[in-house]
Nanobody
């Protein structure tokens, strides 16, 4: 079973930056679609960004501020978050998709990281 380990969350002031990392093991990493999702308190998990054979995609709310990248040699996907806003405060999850597409729906993903908290203060 694929295991995903996340790091990089924390507390940052508005306008600042954070870089999340997600490292995978147990499968050929280059074949996996990878996604980032976030969950606000009391809300359903929502799409943030993804990468796979469909390309790299971003939610409108983060486009131009967040950048997904991956290093297949390190089995790691990153989410660089710039110009952070208090509205970005959420629990962030990485996910792996065996089909490799990098879909928008959380139900398309097979493996999930443990989540890392991002809190943006005013």
């Amino acid at each position: 079973q694929e295991q995903l380990v996340e790091s990089g969350g924390g507390l940052v002031q508005a306008g600042g930056s954070l870089r999340l990392s997600c490292t995978a093991s147990g499968r050929t990493f280059s074949d996996l679609g990878m996604g980032w999702f976030r969950q606000f308190s009391g809300k359903e998990r929502e799409f943030v960004a993804s990468n796979g054979w469909r390309g790299t995609n971003y939610a409108d709310s983060v486009k131009g501020r967040f950048t997904l990248s991956r290093d297949n040699a390190k089995n790691t996907v990153y989410l660089q978050m710039d110009s952070l806003k208090p509205e970005d405060t959420a629990l962030y999850y990485c996910a792996a998709d065996r089909s490799g597409g990098g879909w928008y729906s959380s139900s398309s993903y097979d493996y999930w990281g443990q989540g890392t908290q991002v809190t943006v203060s005013s």
